[in-house]
């Protein structure tokens, strides 16, 4: 609640700035001009009746009677044109921005980037920077998104879902300025162009050099060449899928599995059998190097990071990491050595 209460003080904040100008003269109008008739005006009226005063004067009802003063008549000819124009002027600003709100046009994405600070911009809403989006969303991360095409699929999509899209060029002129990347935590890089990503990664770096770049890029040469002298995260999607295609090839019992080095770590679960029974999950660990991430036992709710003493029973249900050698010696260990029989679908990134 706090953190939502403090976003709607920072976007009222940008509004508030937004209209810097015009709330400025609307002082002037009913703050200096009133005092002004108080010390020049014959019998030096109140406060509250010259307010009175310029407020009629602006359409062309002075309630103060004329008199002898070049100051107060140059007043009298100037506040009602002036005036007026002020006011509808910061009318009329505010009913366009309000319905690009509403829209979520251009002027309300970039209002809205205004008050935000630590968020992370993703360039590119296709399917690779949806899925990072939602991923970010889901930690609790403010998300401004920018994408070229206006008929993107994922674009309405995330629109609806309440995360700001801006429907512009990355490239362009003046583009991450409004998303303020200048206050950005990170920028992701994910569209489907190399040469874009890199542009727009050293376009970020320039207006804020302490900016995190992830970048997504096809070329695989080019990703090491990216992280030994940008200093910044490069991935190639299809570095990152292997695995998991591979292991689905041989496996489909494997649910994760990521790199640690030259070890490949794999996630897989086990449900506990005449094996497993006799062990707890330290001596799980010691003798097949299998951590346990989670168990879950018949009613009772999932445990994360269960202790090491907890003795296993029958049917328990177990999350375990470990590396993919001890995960096949695991296997074999519980008699389960041969993968079933499946169709493992891996979908398109």
């Known amino acids: 609640m706090s953190q939502r209460l403090a976003r709607r ?33 014959p019998g030096n009226p109140s406060f509250g009746r010259s307010l009175h005063h310029v407020y009629f004067l602006l359409f062309g009802q002075p309630s103060l009677d004329y008199v002898e003063d070049w100051v107060l008549e140059a007043l009298n000819l100037l506040i009602p044109p002036l005036g007026l124009a002020t006011v509808v002027d910061g009318v009329v600003r505010f009913s366009y921005l309000f319905n690009a709100r509403k829209r979520a046009d251009r002027e309300w994405i970039e209002v809205l980037a205004e008050s935000l600070k630590d968020h992370v911009v993703v360039c590119g809403a296709g399917r690779v920077g949806y899925r990072v989006t939602l991923e970010l969303v889901r930690l609790g991360r403010e998300v401004v998104v920018v994408e070229k095409r206006a008929d993107a699929p994922f674009a309405s999509v995330l629109r609806d879902d309440g995360i700001a899209v801006l429907i512009d060029d ?18 992701v890089c994910a569209t489907d162009d190399d040469l874009s ?32 002298n940008f200093n910044a995260e490069a991935h190639s999607t ?7 295609f591979a292991l689905a090839a041989l496996d489909p019992r494997i649910e994760h599995s990521f ?37 879950k036992r018949a009613a009772e709710p999932e445990v994360l990071h269960p202790q090491g ?41």
């Open 309 to 349: 003493n907890t003795s296993l029973q029958l049917g328990d249900l177990l999350v375990v990491q470990c590396r993919y050698g001890e995960y096949l010696a695991l296997r074999r260990f519980v008699g389960e050595e041969r993968p079933p029989l499946a169709t493992h679908l891996v979908t398109r990134a």
């Open 238 to 244: 299809s570095a990152l899928a292997a695995p998991a």
């Open 9 to 41: 003080a920072r976007y009222a904040w940008a509004v508030l700035w937004r209209f810097r100008f015009t709330l400025a003269l609307i002082v002037v109008w009913f703050g200096l001009l009133p005092l002004i008739y108080m010390g020049r005006y």
């Open 170 to 187: 990355i490239r362009s002129p003046g583009s991450l300025q409004r998303v303020n990347v200048m206050k950005a935590a990170a920028i």
């Open 197 to 228: 990503n890199l542009n727009v990664a050293l376009d970020a770096r320039k207006l804020n050099p302490d900016v995190r770049v992830v970048m997504r890029l096809f070329d695989d040469d080019l990703v090491e060449r990216v992280r030994d």
């Open 259 to 295: 790199h640690v080095g030259e070890h490949l770590m794999v996630v897989s679960r086990f449900t506990v059998g005449a094996a497993l029974q006799p062990l707890n999950l330290s001596a799980l660990r010691d003798r097949f190097g299998g951590l346990t991430l989670s168990m």
